[in-house]
């Protein structure tokens, strides 16, 4: 009875050990090529950002001109359930304004909690659907027993990566993100993620601080001004639609999808 022995290129000492080299020395090649392509693709995506010496709230790493904030944690989710929060952003009002429809699919981009995604849902109807998007696994296990607890059936959480939404491509009708694209840490690979998911013709809507106006009390980084908005949705094919201009501390400004 034979004991089998190892077949790599370190253990081969048969008459056969030149094919075995070779083909070992194939393979080695085969992975260094990929490794090579990955790094390489690697470097091609960092030319997008710049890298600076990072802030007090920044990540040190710009994309066109503006530093990346640092991401709030799943530990500070309380503030996103704040009682004020009805009262000094107005999301009433928001949701009136996006004129969603029964039936219509939503991706809830950074949803955090639910705070909104439960009134999209409610919105959209039964025959509707909400993606909440979040990539923190702890913002996601809130958010669905938020879901859970409300009774909301319609949505569907899942669970993205810095770098995509990990949503069906052409399936949204509108995407929305509030207080949140300041935070991506990858905004560009994000923002192309979603434009694949939106259909022809959908809407992505940015909601954000208004750095326009010293008096909204937020931190530089956490604001954005409609200037930069408009400067980044259009640099990924997206056409400015229309700027809400109704919410007491923020923007909306709203983009389609060619």
């Not at 640092?70 to 929060?85: D, F, H, I, T």
């Not at 991706?107 to 959209?124: N, R």
């Not at 995407?175 to 013709?201: F, N, T």
């Amino acid at each position: 009875m034979h004991r089998n022995r190892p077949s790599n290129c370190r253990t081969a000492r048969t008459h056969r050990t030149l094919p075995i080299l070779l083909a070992c020395l194939s393979a080695l090649t085969l992975m260094s090529s990929a490794s090579i392509d990955a790094v390489a693709q690697t470097a091609t995506a960092d030319t997008r950002y710049e890298r600076v010496a990072p802030s007090p709230d920044g990540i040190g790493k710009r994309y066109m001109g503006r530093e990346i904030s640092g991401v709030m944690g799943w530990e500070g989710a309380q503030w996103l359930e704040r009682e004020s929060r009805a009262h000094e952003e107005r999301p009433a009002l928001l949701l009136q304004e996006l004129a969603l429809k029964p039936g219509m699919t939503v991706a809830d981009i950074g949803a955090g909690t639910g705070y909104y995604t439960w009134q999209l849902a409610k919105k959209v109807g039964p025959n509707g659907r909400v993606y909440a998007v979040d990539v923190q696994p702890q913002m996601i296990a809130m958010l669905d027993s938020q879901m859970a607890k409300r009774g909301v059936r319609n949505v569907v959480s899942v669970l993205g990566s810095e770098a995509t939404v990990k949503l069906p491509p052409a399936s949204v009708d509108l995407a929305i993100m509030v207080d949140v694209y300041h935070e991506l840490a990858y905004p560009a690979e994000v923002l192309d993620s979603i434009v694949g998911a939106l259909k022809p013709g959908g809407r992505v809507v940015f909601v954000e601080y208004r750095a326009e106006d010293p008096a909204v009390a937020i931190k530089p980084l956490h604001k954005m001004s409609e200037a930069q908005i408009r400067r980044e949705a259009t640099a990924h094919g997206l056409t400015w639609e229309r700027s809400i201009k109704s919410l007491p501390i923020q923007h909306a400004v709203v983009f389609r999808k060619p």
